[in-house]
T-cell receptor
Framework: GQNIDQPTEMTATEGAIVQINCTYQ??????LFWYQQHAGEAPTFLSY????GLEEKGRFSSFLSRSKGYSYLLLKELQMKDSASYLC?????????????FGKGTTLSVSS | AAGVIQSPRHLIKEKRETATLKCYPI?????VYWYQQGPGQDPQFLIS???????DKGSIPDRFSAQQFSDYHSELNMSSLELGDSALYFC??????????????FGPGTRLTVT
């Protein structure tokens, strides 16, 4: 089976840095994705990790440790528009081929 | 840049009726995925197609079927609708390509309400 865990909610202030953690258990791991989703809108691709290490993309960075089944998304210089749900998703060839298995999402609230 | 197109954006049906949702992937993308997202839930994978052939199957009910046509657009057919089918239905597309990443790009979704 597959289990993806991430915190339900987080809060932070503008300009701050926040780290959203994700742990997963799966067989046939073939990549971890982070998506941002505003309420009622489509998920938007943020980052992808398949090898261990850090991927940086502007204000967003994502880290992966395959041996620990652990990833985090780091958001820097938070802005109000970053208030959204952040979905950790795993691709597992043993489970759903190239489809994504999503975690429950972390709702981030950014305040001024 | 062209994005994934879904139609209709909103659909209201009664119990036991049928519904057809359409998805037009990003040009040159070869894979289409369907996801269902209930209120406050994460997206659940339903089914996918690669080069017009069904590639993977998730938690798609037997009442639902889908196909991908020669122009790569896909349709999700839903019959004997139940109240619990009320959800946002997302279509996503990706390109296998040589990078092996094939991130999925999501359409705006179809909000289905079953009354």
């Amino acid at each position: 089976g597959q289990n993806i865990d991430q915190p339900t909610e987080m809060t932070a202030t503008e300009g701050a840095i926040v780290q959203i953690n994700c742990t997963y258990q799966t067989s046939g791991f073939n990549g971890l994705f982070w998506y941002q989703q505003h309420a009622g809108e489509a998920p938007t691709f943020l980052s992808y990790n398949v090898l261990d290490g850090l991927e940086e993309k502007g204000r967003f960075s994502s880290f992966l440790s395959r041996s620990k089944g652990y990833s985090y998304l780091l958001l820097k210089e938070l802005q109000m528009k970053d208030s959204a749900s952040y979905l950790c998703a795993v691709r597992s060839f043993n489970q759903a081929g190239t489809a994504l298995i999503f975690g429950k999402g972390t709702t981030l609230s950014v305040s001024s | 840049a062209a994005g994934v197109i879904q139609s209709p954006r909103h659909l209201i049906k009664e119990k036991r009726e049928t519904a057809t949702l359409k998805c037009y992937p990003i040009p040159r993308h070869d894979t289409v995925y369907w996801y269902q997202q209930g209120p406050g839930q994460d997206p659940q994978f339903l089914i996918s197609f690669y080069e017009k052939m069904q590639s993977d199957k998730g938690s798609i009910p037997d009442r639902f079927s889908a196909q991908q046509f020669s122009d790569y657009h896909s349709e999700l057919n839903m019959s004997s609708l139940e109240l619990g089918d009320s959800a946002l239905y997302f279509c996503a597309s990706s390109l296998f390509g040589d990078r092996g990443i094939y991130e999925q790009y999501f359409g705006p979704g179809t909000r289905l309400t079953v009354t």
